[in-house]
């Protein structure tokens, strides 16, 4: 099974920042890499979607980055705000025929202060 | 368009007791997935649904665990003689199309198990 670990596990800036999380996973025989975005009690709202076949994707103040031959993905968040705090999960979606199942990491844990 | 909703959103129950979770995915999404999220232990999948079928349950924890799916749409998740192991965040998901894209989550049940 695909080990996906993300780092740091949790990370306090100033508001402003630009900031990067880390995402690294054992297998380069991924599909896809989606990044989410998680608040307190609530469930997963998708951020950004990187195909296999792509390098980078970009949403407004986020890039997400995909260097399969490294086994590692980044979430670029560009000027961060407040109520950007949450918790950021990466998950790789495998090759294959026998399920399409997410693996997911353990997130970072993001506060953004003002 | 609604999204993807989850009843009840919060669930108390005795050990020993059965318990149904209720998924309702998005209108026209063929694709349905059950993922755990225990304190400590991040995002476990659990079963993948294409259509009424179930090819992937490997996720599936033990065979107090089963879950059915209806009509290509609502499925429902039950465990049978709950168990204090058990207390977790029970998250649907589902995607259009042959699963591998974006999955779009609910928000969730709470189960705790006394």
């Known amino acids: 099974k695909q080990e996906v670990t993300q780092i740091p596990a949790a990370l306090s800036v100033p508001e402003g920042e630009n900031l990067v999380l880390n995402c690294s996973f054992t297998?380069?025989?991924?599909?896809?890499l989606q990044w989410f975005r998680q608040d307190p009690g609530k469930g997963l709202t998708s951020l950004l979607l990187?195909?296999?076949?792509?390098r980078e994707q970009t949403s407004g103040r986020l890039n997400a980055s995909l260097d399969k031959s490294s086994g590692r993905s980044t979430l670029y968040i560009a000027a961060s705000q407040p109520g950007d705090s949450a918790t950021y999960l990466c998950?790789?979606?495998?090759?294959?025929?026998?399920?399409?199942?997410?693996?997911f990491g353990k997130g970072t844990s993001l506060l953004v202060t003002p | 368009g609604a999204g993807v909703s989850q009843s009840p959103s919060n669930k108390v129950t005795e050990k020993g007791k059965d318990v149904e979770l209720r998924c309702d995915p998005i209108?026209?999404?063929?694709?349905l997935y059950w993922y755990r999220q225990s304190l400590g232990q991040g995002l476990e999948f659990l079963i993948y649904?294409?259509?009424?079928?179930?090819?992937?349950k490997s996720g599936l924890p033990s065979d107090r665990f089963s879950a059915e799916r209806t009509g290509g749409s609502v499925s429902t998740l039950t465990i049978q003689r709950t168990q204090q192991e058990d207390s977790a965040v029970y998250l649907c998901?589902?995607?259009?199309?042959?699963?591998?894209?974006?999955?779009?989550f609910g928000p969730g049940t709470r189960l705790l198990v006394l």
């Open positions: 297998d380069s025989a991924i599909y896809n």
């Open positions: 998950a790789g979606q495998p090759r294959g025929d026998s399920g399409y199942a997410l693996n």
């Open positions: 990187i195909q296999s076949s792509q």
């Open positions: 998901a589902s995607s259009p199309g042959t699963g591998h894209g974006t999955q779009y």
């Open positions: 209108s026209g999404h063929t694709a």
């Open positions: 649904f294409q259509g009424n079928s179930a090819p992937d």
